[in-house]
């Protein structure tokens, strides 16, 4: 039987190949043995990697205090920079996060560890405001270009990209992302985490500055690590903005995916990190037009879902509740952040809705104007929208629909053509029915339900026959439910699909739970005998 050292090396072997199932196992069996600070350490990176965030975070604040007993303060020290990253990202929980940032300072200044000033510096940067933070990732830089340590070096390129774009100095932020993502998805510096890092970095950026398509390219880009290793947006913080990205590139059936993992492993997070995921997922509700289940997924969280709540309003025809949620969350905020913007094109719909057309073109103008000083197209889009809907403008209502489209974000370039299609439908009837059309096919293929009955009722008023062919999407697996629908088919367990797909068992959990409501089926026996008639009718299908 191997002896601890050897579970020790096997399970550093493992965590250096990616395979975090055999790296848990190995750890787990060393500390069968002995618990070591090396064990506990190694176990709770495995454990971060399958998702098991809160007993990751156990396992490596044992292994700080082991080696801070053992007087081991360079071990310790970045042990508490990764607990540090993980109660921000993963908790939402500032007050931990600064103790433990504060705590490995103490040790890098009192022990003189210069290896790790670098990376203390690229976590102070994290916790200040942009300006400052451009300076403190710039100067950790400095310190890996004289080190050689790549990964930190491809890090602090990345935050200082973040810094810029939160400084609106977008063009130059985003240049210095793209570098650290192509860095690190190359396997230039080793380290795993720094493609989290630099991974979460990209997707925050990009959700900022609605580069949304930029996003969605590096997804791509990073499909072939996700499949070896695992999502790359790891921190719930990342994942919730990865749904949100999602959301609006039009993948919606992998964005249920990430935000349902989202919101169920925010359960026991800081409150707002939980919120945003809740609020995220409702938005896609909203969108695919489950008003009621939008409505009752805020419940509680009103302020933090303040445009959902006023969406929801107006989908209800309460135009009044709209303006006041609108107004209410707009009070105080900038007009150049992106969710201002999405406020104020709902505050100036609720106007419109409520026969103050003026005020509502106006808020739109506000919009373009905002947008264009600022450079940001989104901004632009809405204000063109809500004045093309407000002035009845084809010419606006155009420029709506091809800035949505540029930015690809085909759901609200969908509903900027609705808009055109019912202006235009009394004066130039063949561009409603095309415009129609178009809309009609989007939202039936992303899901949006209410308004592909919006789109189709259009065109019967035009005399054109349509009927809808899109089935709910409340019924339709994402392809990680599938897999795991056939696996219960095969009759494995829960713990046995987590192992066969490297998923954990929290997560497991999650996607059986959501195949049973999406299916209407009540317990796991009658998801097993679904999936096995499944497989016999595809097989009575195939040619014999």
Avoid at 113 to 133: H, K, N, T, Y
């Amino acid at each position: 039987m191997p002896d601890e050292t050897e579970w020790l090396d096997e399970g550093e072997r493992a965590l250096r190949a990616g395979d975090w199932i055999v790296a848990r196992d190995a750890f787990q069996e060393a500390l069968g043995q002995a618990e070591t600070p090396e064990a506990l350490n190694g176990l709770g990176e495995a454990l971060w990697w399958l998702g098991a965030t809160q007993d990751s975070i156990a396992a490596r604040e044992r292994a700080y205090a082991a080696f801070r007993h053992r007087r081991n303060p360079a071990e310790a020290a970045g042990v508490a920079l990764g607990l540090c990253v993980h109660y921000r990202a993963n908790m939402g929980n500032a007050a931990a996060s600064a103790g433990w940032l504060a705590r490995a300072e103490r040790l890098v200044d009192e022990f003189g560890l210069e290896d790790l000033r670098g990376w203390l510096l690229l976590m102070q940067s994290e916790e200040v405001d942009p300006v400052s933070s451009e300076a403190l990732a710039r100067q950790a830089g400095g310190l890996a270009s004289g080190s050689g340590d790549l990964d930190l070096e491809l890090c602090a390129i990345s935050q200082v990209g973040s810094a810029l774009v939160s400084q609106g100095r977008v063009s130059e932020g985003l240049r210095l992302l793209d570098e650290a993502m192509a860095g690190s998805l190359g396997g230039e510096g080793g380290r795993f985490d720094a493609i989290v890092f630099t991974s979460c970095n990209m997707i925050g950026s990009c959700a900022r500055s609605a580069e949304f398509r930029r996003a969605v390219e590096w997804i791509r880009a990073a499909d072939r690590f996700t499949k070896q290793y695992g999502c790359p947006f790891l921190f719930t913080y990342c994942r919730t903005l990865y749904g949100g990205v999602l959301l609006a590139s039009g993948d919606w059936i992998q964005a249920e995916e990430e935000l349902q993992i989202a919101v169920a492993e925010s359960r026991r997070s800081q409150a707002a990190i939980h919120a945003d995921a809740i609020a995220t997922l409702a938005s896609l509700r909203l969108a695919q037009g489950r008003v009621d289940e939008a409505e009752r997924m805020i419940q509680g969280i009103e302020e933090q879902a303040a445009a959902v709540l006023a969406g929801v309003h107006l989908a209800q025809g309460r135009a009044a509740a709209a303006a006041v949620a609108a107004s209410r969350a707009l009070d105080g905020a900038r007009a150049d952040q992106l969710d201002t913007a999405l406020l104020m094109e709902l505050l100036g719909e609720a106007e419109l809705a409520q026969g103050d057309a003026p005020t509502s073109a106006a808020r739109g103008r506000e919009l373009i104007e905002v947008g264009s000083a600022l450079d940001c197209p989104i901004i632009q889009a809405r204000g063109e929208r809500l004045v093309g809907h407000a002035d009845a403008s084809l010419k606006h209502l155009g420029m709506a629909v091809s800035e949505f489209s540029q930015l690809g974000m085909p759901y609200e370039a969908a509903r900027a053509r609705l808009m055109l299609a019912e202006v235009a439908r009394s004066i130039e009837p063949e561009v409603a029915e095309a415009e129609a059309r178009t809309a009609l096919s989007t939202c039936e293929g992303l899901g949006a339900g209410r308004d592909a009955d919006t789109a189709a009722a259009l065109l019967r008023d035009l005399g054109v026959k349509a009927s809808r062919a899109w089935a709910k999407s409340g019924g339709v697996l994402t392809k990680r439910e599938s897999e795991v629908l056939a696996l219960l088919g095969q009759g494995l367990s829960n713990p046995e699909i987590a192992q066969r797909l490297y998923l954990s068992r929290k997560t497991v959990e999650h996607h059986v739970a959501s195949i049973l409501t999406k299916l209407g089926l009540r317990n796991r026996t009658e998801a097993a005998a679904f999936a096995v008639r499944q497989v016999e009718r595809t097989d009575a299908a195939e040619p014999q």
